[in-house]
């Protein structure tokens, strides 16, 4: 049943037999928060909104502003399929409101959703199609360790992969909350596994991206594990990412895509590529939140170092699929799960917009295995990196003057203190590596 008003809701309620709902938003980190309330709530939900305190959500208003309203968007009501018959639970996705009326300014979703306007005004359809990566990990004494589930390796089947079943009920879940899901597949590391969903408009994907999390920690709980989205829970293998397709229509038309072209894609494409490729170390702040996301951008691990683009050459950030059509699309390749969907692809649709309107071009394509490059090769051919840490990224992030506009200052300025103080907690921790290191040699 498509569900797209308040009318839809409540006959859903009836007909389903919903006891309780659950009201979920995100903040500033991406992460999912959450009221329930019982179905006689409904009405006053569905029209006033639900209060709550906003001065106890990360980056949202200071104690002397705290009221703030959610407001559910009707479109995202959805049944948990893990309820009982006697406590049917729904969930439904809000907007955060001042008790003005007015949207709040700093609301991840509210960000991407005026990105996404400024996209219509340009008369475009901003498209994202994520692959999230994530990793089993086995439980001791009902705490998460980092024992991989199964050694398992890339396309691997039973008996190696021991997490065919677990996917197909990620999957089977998933699809009972109207995901399309495209393929499942255990990844390249121990343990590692990928389900790919259909792409679709950046809002509606950003829900599915958060949704998708929650429904797979939930999941891998009742199988015993735990499942993880950080970028790089092993040293000695691959991290996980979060590769983002890209793509914009207009008049119902694929603008990346141009068969008279050499590689069929339009300047449209190349201007976006450019706008993205000039902040990109900015974005990194954003689409690679953590300490531990910059120890998955490092060589030899199959994720993106060098800033670059090319078609399908798997060694640059950003690669040109070799799908053409309406099948054409941009893939960002430094992204990982850990990130805030909402705040990544309206950084990303910011910067693409920027070089559309200004008509940028981008660096000559790279079209070589820039892995295995020298150094003095780089410097020759003017090879950038990306930040190394969230501290570089963090400068990028802060002098970035497009971002902090498309954003908002109260964003911005909670994004770089968020980096800030990640940064600082990390780096005056000692480390069991540096003991063995160091302790008997100095």
Same mark, same amino acid.
């Given at each position: 049943?498509?569900?797209?008003?308040?009318?839809?809701?409540? @006959?859903?309620?009836?007909?389903?037999?919903?006891?309780? +709902?659950?009201?979920?938003?995100?903040?500033?980190?991406?992460?999912?928060?959450?009221?329930?309330? /019982?179905?006689?709530?409904?009405?006053?939900?569905?029209?006033?909104?639900?209060?709550?305190?906003?001065?106890? +959500?990360?980056? =949202?208003?200071?104690?002397?502003?705290?009221?703030?309203?959610?407001? /559910? $968007?009707?479109? &995202?009501?959805?049944i948990l399929p893990w309820g009982s018959d006697r406590n049917v639970v729904a969930r439904m996705i809000c907007d955060v409101y001042l008790p003005d009326g007015n949207e709040f300014e700093a609301d991840p979703r509210y960000v991407l959703k005026?990105?996404?306007?400024?996209?219509?005004? =340009?008369?475009?359809?901003?498209?994202?199609?994520?692959?999230?990566? !994530? !990793? *089993?990990?086995?439980?001791?004494?009902?705490?998460?360790?980092?024992? /991989?589930?199964?050694?398992?390796?890339?396309? #691997?089947?039973?008996?190696?992969?021991?997490?065919? $079943?677990?996917?197909?009920?990620?999957?089977?879940?998933?699809?009972? *909350?109207?995901?399309?899901?495209?393929?499942?597949?255990?990844?390249?590391?121990?343990?590692?596994?990928?389900?790919? !969903?259909?792409?679709? $408009?950046?809002?509606?994907?950003?829900?599915?991206?958060?949704?998708?999390?929650?429904?797979?920690?939930?999941?891998? @709980? &009742?199988?015993? *594990?735990?499942?993880?989205?950080?970028?790089?829970?092993?040293?000695?293998?691959?991290?996980?990412? =979060?590769?983002?397709?890209?793509?914009?229509?207009?008049?119902?038309?694929?603008?990346?895509?141009?068969?008279?072209?050499? =590689?069929?894609?339009?300047?449209?494409?190349?201007?976006?590529?450019?706008?993205?490729?000039?902040?990109?170390?900015?974005?990194?702040?954003?689409?690679?939140?953590?300490?531990?996301?910059?120890?998955?951008?490092?060589?030899?691990? #199959?994720?993106?170092?060098?800033?670059?683009?090319?078609?399908?050459?798997?060694?640059?950030?950003?690669?040109?699929?070799?799908?053409?059509?309406?099948?054409?699309?941009?893939?960002?390749?430094?992204?990982?799960?850990?990130?805030?969907?909402?705040?990544?692809?309206?950084?990303?649709?910011?910067?693409?917009?920027?070089?559309?309107?200004? @008509?940028?071009?981008?660096?000559?394509?790279?079209?070589?295995?820039?892995?295995?490059?020298? %150094?003095?090769?780089?410097?020759?051919?003017?090879?950038?990196?990306?930040?190394?840490?969230?501290?570089?990224?963090?400068?990028?992030?802060?002098?970035?003057? *497009?971002?902090?506009? @498309?954003?908002?200052?109260?964003?911005?300025?909670?994004?770089?203190?968020?980096?800030?103080?990640? %940064?600082?907690?990390?780096?005056?921790?000692?480390?069991? %590596?540096?003991?063995?290191?160091?302790?008997?040699?100095?």
């Open positions: 049943m498509k569900i797209n008003n308040k009318d839809d809701v409540i @006959k859903a309620i009836e007909t389903h037999n919903v006891k309780f +709902i659950r009201l979920q938003f995100t903040d500033i980190e991406g992460i999912v928060k959450d009221v329930e309330i /019982p179905v006689t709530q409904i009405e006053k939900a569905l029209t006033t909104g639900i209060s709550f305190d906003g001065s106890s +959500i990360e980056g =949202m208003v200071r104690i002397d502003e705290s009221d703030m309203v959610l407001r /559910p $968007d009707t479109r &995202t009501f959805a005026k990105m996404i306007k400024e996209a219509e005004d =340009m008369g475009f359809q901003f498209n994202v199609g994520p692959e999230l990566e !994530f !990793f *089993l990990f086995a439980k001791e004494n009902g705490k998460a360790t980092t024992i /991989p589930h199964d050694y398992g390796r890339y396309f #691997e089947f039973a008996p190696a992969d021991l997490a065919e $079943d677990i996917r197909r009920d990620i999957v089977l879940t998933l699809t009972d *909350l109207d995901f399309d899901i495209e393929a499942s597949h255990h990844e390249v590391a121990f343990g590692q596994h990928e389900i790919d !969903f259909k792409y679709g $408009d950046a809002l509606a994907t950003a829900d599915n991206v958060v949704t998708f999390r929650y429904v797979t920690r939930t999941i891998a @709980k &009742t199988h015993g *594990l735990h499942a993880t989205f950080m970028p790089k829970p092993l040293s000695t293998e691959n991290g996980s990412g =979060m590769h983002i397709n890209l793509s914009l229509m207009k008049d119902g038309e694929n603008a990346f895509y141009d068969k008279n072209d050499d =590689m069929q894609i339009s300047d449209t494409t190349r201007y976006f590529i450019a706008g993205v490729l000039d902040h990109i170390k900015a974005i990194c702040c954003i689409s690679n939140p953590l300490v531990n996301s910059y120890k998955r951008l490092v060589p030899g691990f #199959e994720a993106p170092v060098y800033v670059t683009w090319s078609g399908a050459n798997r060694s640059s950030l950003i690669r040109i699929p070799s799908a053409r059509g309406n099948s054409t699309r941009v893939e960002l390749r430094n992204p990982d799960p850990s990130c805030n969907p909402y705040l990544t692809f309206a950084a990303i649709l910011a910067a693409g917009l920027e070089g559309i309107k200004n @008509k940028k071009e981008p660096p000559e394509i790279m079209d070589q295995n820039v892995f295995d490059m020298t %150094w003095q090769q780089l410097k020759e051919m003017a090879i950038d990196t990306l930040p190394a840490t969230i501290y570089e990224s963090s400068r990028y992030f802060e002098e970035d003057e *497009l971002l902090r506009e @498309k954003l908002g200052a109260h964003v911005h300025d909670n994004i770089l203190r968020l980096a800030r103080a990640e %940064w600082d907690a990390y780096r005056i921790q000692v480390h069991e %590596w540096e003991v063995n290191r160091y302790l008997n040699t100095f």
